[in-house]
């Protein structure tokens, strides 16, 4: 282990478990805002715990989300990336969206620099200044039959 990572304990104040008597160990991530060090988190619980509840249900709500994102991400991306490049290739005279959007993902990406900008708010930056027109299905006019 790094000397720029540190192990954090918490004591869970509803049901005090410790290592000796837990029925979970739940470890989190994250890093001090005070000195920028990464840390893991130790808690210990009961399976009885209200707090232990709370965590597994936010857990799994999370998790969900994640896949509806993911899922999201990966049928607008080629759609929105598709607009993109048409309203490119027409050689427009505004390319006020593109700078836009440039700008958008430049600022998205120095807002942290220590991680990549996730495919997904790709995807929003991209499908908010390239939406996909109202009255067209996911296929727009622009596509040639493929047969
Ligand atoms: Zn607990």
Same mark, same amino acid.
């Given at each position: 282990?790094?000397?720029?990572?540190?192990?954090?304990?918490?004591?869970?104040?509803?049901?005090?478990?410790?290592?000796?008597?837990?029925?979970?160990?739940?470890?989190?991530?994250?890093?001090?805002?005070?000195?920028?060090?990464?840390?893991?988190?130790?808690?210990?619980?009961?399976?009885?715990?209200?707090?232990?509840?709370?965590?597994?249900?936010?857990?799994?709500?999370?998790?969900?989300?994640?896949?509806?994102?993911?899922?999201?991400?990966?049928?607008?991306?080629?759609?929105?990336?598709?607009?993109?490049?048409?309203?490119?290739?027409?050689?427009?005279?505004?390319?006020?969206?593109?700078?836009?959007?440039? /700008?958008?993902?430049?600022?998205?990406?120095? $807002? !942290? &620099? =220590?991680?990549?900008? +996730?495919? %997904?708010?790709? @995807?929003?930056? /991209?499908?908010?200044?390239?939406?996909?027109? $109202? !009255? &067209? =299905?996911?296929?727009? +006019?622009? %596509?040639?039959? @493929?047969?």
């Amino acid at each position: 282990m790094s000397d720029d990572y540190d192990r954090r304990e918490e004591i869970c104040p509803d049901c005090q478990a410790s290592e000796g008597d837990r029925d979970a160990r739940i470890m989190t991530a994250g890093q001090d805002p005070a000195t920028g060090r990464m840390f893991t988190s130790v808690t210990y619980h009961h399976d009885t715990c209200p707090a232990y509840t709370v965590d597994q249900i936010l857990s799994e709500d999370s998790a969900r989300r994640s896949k509806e994102r993911t899922a999201w991400m990966k049928e607008e991306f080629p759609l929105v990336r598709k607009r993109m490049e048409a309203a490119a290739s027409e050689g427009r005279a505004d390319a006020a969206p593109f700078i836009d959007a440039l /700008l958008e993902l430049v600022a998205a990406q120095g $807002e !942290d &620099l =220590g991680r990549f900008v +996730p495919p %997904e708010r790709w @995807t929003e930056i /991209l499908t908010k200044h390239f939406p996909a027109p $109202e !009255d &067209l =299905g996911p296929v727009g +006019p622009e %596509e040639e039959p @493929t047969t």
